[in-house]
C-alpha cells in the first residue's frame, strides 16, 4: 500500500497567503480549544471495490479458493469469500494477459503484455512482487506452471518455449525451439505458442500447441517430438482427459477435434457443435471461433465439455454464450456481455485424477458469474460482491460516515425484498481468505445515483461494501414506447431520468433527488406498501425577467415577504394540479408551460421503502427549455426543499404541496448592495473558437444540452462551476446557485433572536441569507404560510461556493435541525406517538445573542478560499488562500478526532485540511491529478477521516486522511492466504503400480537445472528483484496474527512428523524386541540337540 509523505504545517502558522484576522472578530475566535494537528492526518488507499474495468485475464486456486482477475491496465483484483478482497498494481500499467497460482503456495505468477512475468507474494495482506523478469527478444503468448513444480513454462510468438524456476527466477538453460518440434519437413513457421500443458499421467512429456493446427507431444527426457497432431485449423485452445490417453483442441472454424495421443495421423473425432450438418455428409459449414474447451470428467457419469464461442455465422447479433455438453445434451447459457475467459471449478487439484466439476466462473466484459454445474438447468449462483456499481453508469455520489445505526437494517430489510429468485441453493465457491479484525464499527453509508434514474444505497462499513436498496425513480414517469414516440421536449439526447444531484438526510430519512430533465422528487421512506392513485405535481417556470434587471425597483433593503399574490408567474407555481397541466404552442412554434417528462396518470405500487411524496418539474418558458438544477437542499425540520440553477432559486414547502419562493439571483442582492452586480442576459450563447461555451455551464447551448451526465472526459453536463480556465469566461455570463445550507442562525446583523435561515451560495462566490418565517408544528405548520425574505449578501469569496456550515461560539457544529423518522404509512396512534416523540427529541435552541456578542461562526468554503464569519455582527474573523493556480472541486465540513475541519479536494491533485475555526493548514497532499469529469463528479470526503471516488467507470477507490486509520489498515484489511492441507495425490491402485500405468514422475531438477542444461543468454530476459525475498516478504505486513498462526501451523505439522517418527522408531524398536526373543526361544530349543536330530 503506497503512503503518501506529508507536507506537515507548524500548528499556528498559517499560510503565507492567509490575511491577517480582524482584531475585533479574533476574541471570539481565541476562546475555540483547538486540538487537531497535522499529526492527526495521513493519506493512504484503503480498498477498491467494484467490478475489475476491461478484465483481460483469470485464474483460480482451487485448495485456497480464491480467484484472481487481470485487466487491461495492469490491474490485478483478488476475490476470496464475501468480503474479502484486494486491489494490486503492476507499475508498467501493461495488460495482464494470464494469470497462474502456485496453488496452496499463497503466489500468484502474472504474464504481461510488455512481456514480462510477475511473482507476487498473497501471504500478506497487501500483495507484493518479489521477482520480476522482463523478456528483451521475444514475445511472450502463453505460460504453464504444473501443480506442484517450480518450474514455469513460457511460451512466445516465436514458437519457442523458455522454461523459469519460480524460486529463484532464472531462466533454465533448457528452451523448446520450434524447428525441433515441428516436422523439419515442415517449410513455413508454426507461429506463436497458444497452449502448453504436461501429459496427466506423465510428467516427462509437455504437449505443445502451435497457432498454425500442429499439436507436438513433447519428451523432456529425450528432448524430441514423440508425436505430431496436424489440422488444417488455427488452433485457439487444447484441453486433457484426466488419463492422458486423449485431448481435444479448439479450433478458428467453430470445430472441436479429439486426437487419440498414440494415432496422430488422423483425428479420432471431429465435431462442429453449432454447424448445420448437411444431410450429403460432407463437412458441415464453419462457424465462429471456439477460443476455448474445457474436459473434464466425472466419476460417477458422463465427461462435461465447456466452450465458448463457436455459433453459426448467421446468428448475427445473438449475445455471447456458453455451452455446456454433458453426455448427448447441449446447453447454451447466453450471457449479457462477452465472455473473456472461463474457469472450471473441480474438487480436485491433481490432472490425472478424476476432474469432477462443480461450477463455471465466467469473466465477462462487465461482470461475473458462477454457473452451478451440480444443479438441473444450470442456476448461477447469487454474486456475493458489490460488482454492480456500473449497472448504470454513476452520474453523482455521497458517502455518510457514523450514520444512526438503526438506517442499514432498515434499508437491508426493504432491500431484502428486491433480490431476484431462481438462484443456485448452493453456498458461493470462491471461498477463500478471512475478514480483518479492525475495529472500525461506525456505519457507513455510500449513495450513488446512475444514468437510468436509479439510485443505490450501500453498506459501506468494516472497509466492505454490500448493496442495501435500490430506488428507480424512473417509474414517476411514463416511457416512450418507442423513439417515434420520443418526447420533444427532452433537454438531453440519452438518459433522461439520469439523476444530477440528490439531499439526504439519514436521521428524517427524507431523500430529494434532482434529475437532468429539470426535475425534482422528494421521497420518504415506509415500511409499508402503498398504492398512489394521483402522484402528487408540482410545475414551476424558472425564468429571468430581463426588462427589469438592468435597472431593479428602488426601495428597502429587503425584498417583500413571499408568497404574495403577485409572486408567482402562472397559476402552476401556486397550485397542486392534480394532472400536468395543458402546455401550449404559440404561433411561432415556442414551447409553453411543458415539462421534459410526463408524471405517469394511472396509480403507482410504492413497496416499502422510498416512496414518493411530490414530483417538482421546470417547465419551458417561452421556446426557452428549463435550465438543469445545480444545486439542491432538504430540511425535514421545516418541511422545505430548495432547489437552484441558472435563472435563480425556487423554494417548495412538500408539507403544504406549495411553491414559496421563485426568484431570480439577481432579487436575492438588496438593491443598496454592495455586491450587486447586473447580470447578462441568458439567451442562448455564442459558439467560441475550440467548442468553449460563453455561457456558464448550466446554460441552455445545444452542446449542453445533448449531452447526459454519463459523458464522460469534458463533461458539460456537471453542473457545479467546476472546469478548468475557461470559467472566468463562461462566469461573466451568469451566476448560478452553486450551494444551500439551512440552518438556525441570525439574519440580519441587528437580529438577537435565532430563527430558521437558508444560506444560499453562488457561483460568483457571493453568500446570501434568507430568513424562513414558519408557523409552530402541528396543524397550523399544514394551514398557515411560509414567509420568505431575503437578507442580502452576507459575505463575497473568489470561486464559486461549494460549502456552508455553522459552529456555535465553542467550534462546535451546528448540524441543520431535522425531524426524526416516522412512518407516514402507519396507523393514527402510531403516528401520533411517533410525532410526540419527535417533538420531544428536536434539538434544543441555542441561547439568543446578547447585544453586541457574537454567539455563532459561518464557515464558507468557495472553489478558492475559505472564511469564518463570525454572526450575527457578519465580522469576518479568519480567510485562507487555498488556491491560486487552481481550484477546488469538493469541499465538505467532516467531523475528524472529535474536532471539525474542512476537507478539501483540488482540481491540481491536492487534498487539503483546514482547522476550524482558524482555518489553519494541517494537510496538504499531492495525490490525484483531475484526469477526467468522473472524478470531480464523484469526490466526496465523509467524517472520521474517509473519503472516495470513482475510479474507472466501475470501481470505486475508498481513501482515508486519517493517521489513527492508516497506523490499524493491516488489522482492519482482509487476509488472502489460509493454511490449507493440500489434498492427497490419487490412489495409483496396485496394478497400476505393479505394471507402470499409473502417472509418472519427473525429477525437473536434473533436466532443467544449471548442471544439466547450463546457463540462459543473459540477453534474452533481465531479472528484477522484488522489495524483497519470500522470507522477509512472509512477514512484512502480514500482522502478527497471521506470523503466529503460521508458526503455529509449522510447529504443529513439525510435531505431527516427529510423533509418527516417534511411533515409527516405537514400532521398530518392539519388532526388534519380538524377533531377538524368538531367536533365543529358537537358540534354547536346538541348543542340545546333535544336526540329525533337528
Not at 471570539?28 to 474495468?53: M, N, W
Not at 490485478?76 to 474479502?84: D, E, I, K
Not at 497432431?229 to 472441436?256: N, P
Not at 474573523?877 to 474536532?899: C, P, Q, W, Y
Request: charged letters at 20%.
Amino acid at each position: 500500500m503506497k503512503k503518501f509523505n506529508i507536507r506537515k504545517v507548524l500548528d499556528g502558522l498559517t499560510a503565507s497567503s492567509s490575511s491577517a484576522a480582524h482584531s475585533g472578530g479574533s476574541r471570539e475566535s481565541d476562546a475555540v480549544q483547538e486540538t487537531l494537528q497535522s499529526d492527526h492526518f495521513q493519506l493512504c488507499k484503503t480498498v477498491r471495490h467494484g467490478f475489475p474495468y476491461q478484465p483481460s485475464s483469470m485464474a483460480f486456486d482451487p485448495v485456497q479458493k480464491i480467484l484472481a482477475v487481470g485487466t487491461q491496465n495492469g490491474a490485478l483484483r483478488l476475490f476470496g469469500r464475501a468480503g474479502v478482497e484486494c486491489y494490486c498494481q503492476h507499475e508498467s500499467g501493461a495488460a495482464i494477459i494470464q494469470l497462474q497460482f502456485l496453488i496452496n503456495e499463497g503466489a500468484l505468477v502474472s504474464a504481461l503484455a510488455d512481456d514480462s512475468i510477475h511473482l507476487w507474494n498473497l501471504r500478506q495482506k497487501i500483495p507484493a512482487i518479489l521477482h520480476s523478469l522482463k523478456f528483451s527478444r521475444e514475445r511472450i503468448t502463453y505460460v504453464h506452471l504444473p501443480f506442484q513444480s517450480k518450474w514455469l513454462y513460457i511460451g512466445t510468438e516465436r514458437g519457442n518455449i523458455h522454461i523459469v524456476n519460480v524460486e529463484s527466477f532464472t531462466l533454465s538453460g533448457y528452451v523448446i525451439m520450434w524447428n525441433k518440434a515441428i516436422e523439419l519437413s515442415t517449410k513455413t513457421h508454426p507461429g506463436p505458442v497458444v497452449h502448453i500443458s504436461d501429459h496427466p499421467m506423465d510428467e516427462g512429456k509437455l504437449l505443445i500447441g502451435f497457432e498454425c493446427g500442429v499439436v507436438v507431444l513433447w519428451d523432456l527426457k529425450c528432448k524430441k517430438a514423440d508425436y505430431r497432431y496436424t489440422y488444417d485449423e488455427a488452433i485457439h485452445s487444447v484441453a486433457w482427459h484426466h488419463e492422458g490417453k486423449q485431448f481435444v483442441c479448439s479450433h478458428s472454424d467453430g470445430s472441436l477435434t479429439t486426437w487419440n495421443v498414440r494415432a496422430p495421423a488422423k483425428a479420432a473425432q471431429i465435431i462442429t457443435p453449432h454447424g448445420k450438418q448437411p444431410k450429403d455428409g460432407k463437412k458441415p459449414e464453419p462457424c465462429k471461433p471456439i477460443l476455448k474447451v474445457e474436459y473434464k470428467t466425472t466419476r460417477a457419469g458422463e465427461p462435461f465439455m465447456i466452450l465458448s464461442g463457436g455459433l453459426s455465422y448467421d446468428t448475427v447479433g445473438r449475445r455471447a454464450c456458453l455451452t455446456v455438453m454433458h453426455g448427448k445434451s447441449t446447453t447454451v447459457l447466453e450471457m449479457d456481455y462477452p465472455i473473456v475467459d472461463f474457469l472450471t471449478l473441480c474438487e480436485t487439484p491433481y490432472p490425472n485424477d478424476f476432474q469432477e466439476p462443480y461450477a463455471v466462473v465466467v469473466l465477462l466484459e462487465k461482470d461475473l458469474v458462477l454457473i452451478d454445474l451440480g444443479q438441473i438447468g444450470y442456476p448461477i449462483f447469487e454474486n456475493p460482491y458489490p460488482l454492480t456499481i456500473h449497472e448504470s453508469p454513476v452520474t453523482c455520489c455521497e458517502y455518510f460516515a457514523d450514520c444512526p445505526a438503526e438506517l442499514i437494517p432498515a434499508l437491508y430489510s426493504v432491500g431484502s425484498r428486491q433480490k431476484r429468485q431462481g438462484y443456485s441453493k448452493k453456498e458461493w465457491p470462491i471461498s477463500g481468505g478471512n475478514w480483518g479484525q479492525g475495529t472500525q464499527s461506525y456505519p457507513e453509508i455510500i449513495i450513488t445515483g446512475h444514468a437510468d434514474g436509479t439510485i443505490k444505497f450501500w453498506d459501506a462499513s468494516a472497509l466492505m461494501l454490500q448493496v442495501l436498496y435500490k430506488l428507480k425513480t424512473a417509474k414517476v414517469f411514463e416511457r416512450a414506447r418507442g423513439k417515434e414516440e420520443k418526447p420533444s421536449t427532452d433537454i438531453v439526447d440519452e438518459d433522461p431520468f439520469a439523476i444530477q444531484t440528490l439531499s439526504w438526510c439519514p436521521e428524517s430519512r427524507m431523500l430529494c433527488v434532482a434529475g437532468v430533465s429539470a426535475h425534482v422528487i422528494v421521497y420518504r421512506f415506509s415500511k409499508q406498501e402503498v398504492t398512489t392513485e394521483v402522484v402528487q405535481l408540482l410545475e414551476v417556470r424558472m425564468q429571468c425577467d430581463f426588462s427589469d434587471v438592468d435597472s431593479p425597483d428602488p426601495g428597502g433593503e429587503q425584498t417583500p415577504t413571499l408568497p404574495t399574490p403577485g409572486a408567482a408567474s402562472s397559476p402552476q407555481e401556486t397550485e397542486l394540479p392534480t394532472q400536468p397541466s395543458t402546455g401550449s404552442n404559440s404561433s411561432d412554434g415556442h414551447r409553453d408551460n411543458i415539462p421534459c417528462l410526463q408524471v405517469r396518470s394511472s396509480p403507482l405500487k410504492q413497496s416499502p421503502g422510498y416512496q414518493v411524496e411530490l414530483v417538482i418539474q421546470l417547465v419551458w418558458v417561452s421556446g426557452e427549455p428549463p435550465q438543469q438544477i445545480t444545486s439542491l437542499a432538504i430540511n425535514s425540520s421545516n418541511g422545505l426543499v430548495v432547489f437552484g440553477n441558472s435563472n435563480g432559486l425556487g423554494v417548495v414547502d412538500y408539507l403544504q404541496k406549495t411553491l414559496l419562493l421563485n426568484m431570480g439571483t439577481s432579487e436575492l442582492y438588496s438593491p443598496s448592495d454592495p455586491y450587486q452586480r447586473q447580470p447578462c442576459s441568458p439567451r442562448k450563447a455564442r459558439q467560441l473558437s475550440g467548442g468553449i461555451s460563453e455561457s456558464n455551464e448550466g446554460s441552455n447551448t445545444t452542446e449542453d444540452r445533448c449531452k447526459s451526465p454519463t459523458s464522460d472526459a469534458k463533461d458539460n453536463s456537471f453542473t457545479r462551476s467546476r472546469s478548468s480556465s475557461v470559467t472566468s469566461i463562461e462566469r461573466e455570463s451568469r451566476e448560478v446557485i452553486s450551494a444551500f445550507h439551512f440552518c438556525e442562525s441570525f439574519p440580519r446583523k441587528t437580529d438577537s433572536l435565532l430563527s430558521p435561515c437558508l444560506l444560499v451560495g453562488t457561483t460568483q462566490g457571493s453568500v446570501m441569507m434568507v430568513a424562513l418565517s414558519l408557523s409552530p408544528g402541528g396543524d397550523s405548520r399544514l394551514q398557515q404560510p411560509v414567509g420568505i425574505s431575503s437578507c442580502g449578501t452576507l459575505v463575497k469569496l473568489k470561486g464559486g461556493i461549494l460549502t456552508m456550515a455553522l459552529l456555535d461560539s465553542t467550534g462546535t457544529l451546528l448540524p441543520p435541525s431535522y425531524e426524526p423518522w416516522y412512518d407516514p404509512n402507519s396507523s393514527d396512534e402510531e403516528k401520533e406517538k411517533e410525532k410526540e416523540k419527535s417533538r420531544r427529541r428536536r434539538p434544543a435552541s441555542p441561547p439568543s445573542s446578547q447585544e453586541g456578542q457574537d454567539h455563532q461562526f459561518a464557515v464558507l468554503c468557495s472553489e478558492k478560499q475559505a472564511k469564518v464569519v463570525a454572526l450575527p455582527s457578519q465580522t469576518r474573523i479568519h480567510k485562507h488562500n487555498i488556491t491560486e493556480s487552481s481550484f477546488l472541486l469538493r469541499a465538505d465540513v467532516v467531523l475528524m478526532a472529535g474536532e471539525n475541519c474542512i476537507a478539501c479536494f483540488c482540481a491540481n491533485g491536492h487534498i487539503m485540511t483546514l482547522s476550524l475555526p482558524s482555518l489553519r493548514p494541517l494537510l496538504d497532499v499531492n495525490y490525484l491529478p483531475l484526469t477526467d469529469m468522473r472524478i470531480a463528479r464523484t469526490f466526496c470526503f465523509s467524517n472520521l477521516g474517509q473519503a472516495l471516488y470513482l475510479v474507472s467507470p466501475a470501481e470505486f477507490q475508498r481513501i482515508t486522511y486519517s493517521q489513527d486509520t492508516c497506523n490499524n489498515l493491516q488489522e482492519m484489511l482482509s487476509e488472502l492466504f489460509t493454511p490449507v492441507e493440500t489434498p492427497e495425490a490419487p490412489n495409483r491402485g496396485f496394478f497400476k503400480g505393479l505394471f507402470g500405468g499409473g502417472a509418472q514422475s519427473l525429477d525437473r531438477e536434473d533436466l532443467f537445472g544449471e548442471t544439466a542444461s547450463g546457463k540462459a543468454s543473459r540477453s534474452l530476459a533481465q531479472h528484477i528483484p522484488g522489495p524483497g525475498g519470500m522470507e522477509g516478504m512472509k512477514g512484512a505486513a502480514s500482522g502478527v496474527v497471521g506470523d503466529l498462526a503460521r508458526a503455529r501451523i509449522a510447529l504443529d505439522e513439525r510435531g505431527q512428523k516427529l510423533g509418527e517418527l516417534d511411533e515409527r522408531t516405537a514400532a521398530m524398536m518392539a519388532s526388534a524386541d519380538s524377533f531377538s526373543k524368538h531367536a533365543h526361544d529358537m537358540m534354547l530349543k536346538y541348543k542340545d540337540k546333535k544336526w540329525y536330530q533337528l
